[in-house]
């Protein structure tokens, strides 16, 4: 076994920032490409704790990999790449500070109470790159 292993889905583990990882060696990304706008999702993938928290607790992410370290018994997820609807990338102008845990708002997070009044399709969703006042972790 190496030093990472696959995980088949979220199930509550701990996620955390690998450990050794340099500041410039943490990242995020989301791109997509005239196909998949078309197709309507964005691909996104990450080793940033709080972004990868986010990822993995929103109600629209599909994840495609999640991977750990640590035993299979007690495993630490430290990255994830998956897709996103394409309606829950939001370009925002910057509202204080920027910081990770800030990009996938609240809203966007399972758990968060859902109006009951709403369908599913309306409720708000969305994976913001800004901050927004009021969001993050």
Excluded at 87 to 101: D, E, H, V, W, Y
Excluded at 115 to 121: A, L, Q, V
Aim: glycine share 10%; with cysteine.
């Amino acid at each position: 076994m190496g030093k990472y292993h696959s995980l088949e889905s979220y199930s509550g583990e701990p996620i955390v920032t690998e450990a050794g990882l340099e500041d410039c060696e943490r990242e995020t990304a989301f791109y997509f490409s005239a196909r998949t706008a078309r197709e309507g999702y964005i691909r996104v993938s990450s080793n940033q704790a709080s972004i990868v928290r986010g990822l993995l607790q929103h109600r629209e992410y599909i994840p495609e990999e999640i991977s750990a370290t640590g035993s299979e018994l007690a495993p630490q997820i430290v990255y994830t790449s998956g897709r996103l609807p394409m309606n829950c990338l939001r370009i925002t102008p910057a509202k204080g500070s920027l910081s990770p845990g800030k990009i996938i708002t609240r809203s966007a997070r399972r758990g968060q109470a859902d109006n009951s009044s709403e369908s599913p399709s309306e409720t708000p969703s969305h994976a913001a790159v800004g901050a927004e006042t009021g969001a993050g972790q």
